[in-house]
């Protein structure tokens, strides 16, 4: 019985080693790109509702959402870091790790869940002026997050999870749930908006309900013992050289999240001496973002847990292809995705308001912010693959880069010498820059290791680098 488990238990991971790079980058990348779509489609449809209620709530929700994703930072970071481990666990076969480490991101989802609410309880509001709430909106910006932070600990479980499942090879199941998830948001959005009269309240209690529906989906497949690791309640107790590993790994991603948001959140105070408006497109156009970005950060979810076996497995040269055409494939994505918001500005910004100074300035601001989104998969694989191979203090500066490093000193810098206009170039400046540096790297690091990015030279280190 225990042998069964055992081959149970490898071999979703182990055909990671085996099949074919391109077989592998449609079944990990696909779901999780679709997964993503959804997601983004609920932002998207979110804000349409939200919308309804004009500028202001949105204006109020744009100043709510980078804060939602400094939460959500916390659980990328947990996420990911976990499901790194998690994956190089398996493709060096070492199976009671692998499941140590799942029970670590489940307690870690929940104290840090906790840490949220307690924080909400005593200092929402001036919290929220802090990160760029005017009087004008404080009220709305407060109804909203007032909710949120009660259900912290059940978007972190959520997302940490998902993280989980996938790196055990299962990318179906992540999938699924987002996509219900999201549906749900969706469905309930209406109602408690505008049916229970709850305005953006309501919008919370939805996005917390639908998060509650996916923690519920995923904790079952563990508690009916479906998935390939059995995660018994000696693993929820407290490894600190386990989460120690996670957050070595994770880091990167957290500061990710943290970096852009906490940029979001200053270029907002920055936008808000110009009014509410510019703080209202801003808000537009990060979801324009999210949505135009969603097939590259889904290639990327599904190339760590690729690259991270491999890593594991010493199989060097299928790592190398993986990188190249995740990259490839994304770019092409991204650049059409560019095309289509820089043609058509207009036309997704009338979804959401019909305000002329908000189109008048929303169209330009959306055609500046695309210029330089061909770049972008290089940067966010990059990442990826130096967390992938355990390199957290390499995939932190990467992350940092383009998102806080580069972005708000040209914010400030632009917007001193040419006003507003000046706060939208500084996004194509810093991923132009961003870029470079990027590259140079990546290349470095290849070099280092004898598989130059579009070589064929085989190089097989110590055994000692693999989980080191």
């Not at 490898?10 to 993503?36: E, F, Q, V």
């Not at 994956?87 to 104290?111: F, H, M, N, P, W």
Request: hydrophobic residues 55%; contains cysteine.
């Amino acid at each position: 019985m225990e042998q069964n488990g055992s081959f149970a238990l490898r071999k979703p991971a182990l055909d990671m080693g085996k099949d074919s790079i391109n077989k592998l980058l449609l079944n990990m990348s696909l779901p999780a790109t679709l997964a993503m779509a959804v997601m983004a489609s609920y932002n998207i449809v979110d804000t349409f509702f939200v919308s309804r209620l004009g500028s202001q709530a949105i204006a109020a929700l744009s100043v709510c959402f980078p804060i939602q994703m400094l939460l959500n930072a916390a659980a990328v970071g947990t996420g990911i870091g976990g499901a790194s481990l998690i994956s190089r666990y398996l493709g060096a076969q070492k199976d009671e790790e692998a499941a140590t480490a799942v029970g670590q991101v489940i307690l870690l989802s929940l104290v840090l869940g906790l840490v949220v609410t307690l924080i909400g309880l005593f200092a929402l509001r001036p919290l929220l002026l802090m990160f760029g709430a005017t009087e004008a909106i404080l009220e709305q910006t407060a109804e909203y997050m007032s909710v949120i932070v009660y259900g912290a600990a059940l978007i972190f479980l959520m997302m940490v999870l998902n993280h989980a499942v996938r790196s055990e090879g299962n990318a179906i199941l992540p999938m699924t749930v987002m996509i219900i998830s999201a549906v749900a948001n969706i469905i309930l959005d209406p109602i408690f908006i505008f049916t229970f009269g709850m305005g953006i309240r309501g919008a919370a209690i939805a996005t917390v309900l639908a998060k509650i529906i996916g923690a519920w989906l995923l904790l079952r497949y563990y508690v009916t013992r479906k998935s390939t690791l059995k995660v018994l309640f000696k693993h929820l107790l407290p490894n600190w050289g386990i989460i120690l590993d996670i957050y070595r790994v994770g880091l990167p991603s957290m500061f990710i999240q943290v970096s852009l948001n906490l940029a979001v959140i200053l270029v907002n105070r920055l936008l808000g001496g110009f009014g509410h408006i510019p703080i209202a497109v801003m808000g537009l156009m990060m979801r324009f973002q999210l949505f135009a970005f969603m097939p590259v950060v889904g290639i990327s979810q599904g190339l760590l847990p690729i690259i991270g076996f491999n890593f594991g497995a010493a199989k060097y040269q299928r790592m190398r292809e993986a990188m190249v055409k995740g990259t490839l494939i994304g770019t092409i994505l991204a650049t059409l995705t560019a095309l289509v918001l820089f043609i058509f500005p207009g036309f997704f910004l009338r979804l959401f308001s019909s305000e002329e100074a908000l189109l008048a300035m929303g169209i330009y601001a959306v055609r500046v912010m695309v210029l330089m989104y061909p770049l972008h998969a290089m940067q966010i694989n990059s990442i990826s693959f130096f967390q992938a191979i355990g390199k957290g203090v390499t995939s932190l500066v990467l992350s940092m880069l383009r998102q806080f490093i580069l972005y708000v000193p040209s914010a400030y810098l632009l917007t001193h010498f040419f006003a507003l206009k000046g706060t939208w170039f500084a996004i194509p400046l810093a991923d132009l820059l961003a870029f470079l540096v990027t590259i140079v790297i990546l290349s470095r690091e290849f070099n280092r290791r004898g598989i130059p990015l579009f070589g064929h030279k085989e190089y097989k280190p110590e055994t000692s680098e693999v989980l080191n």
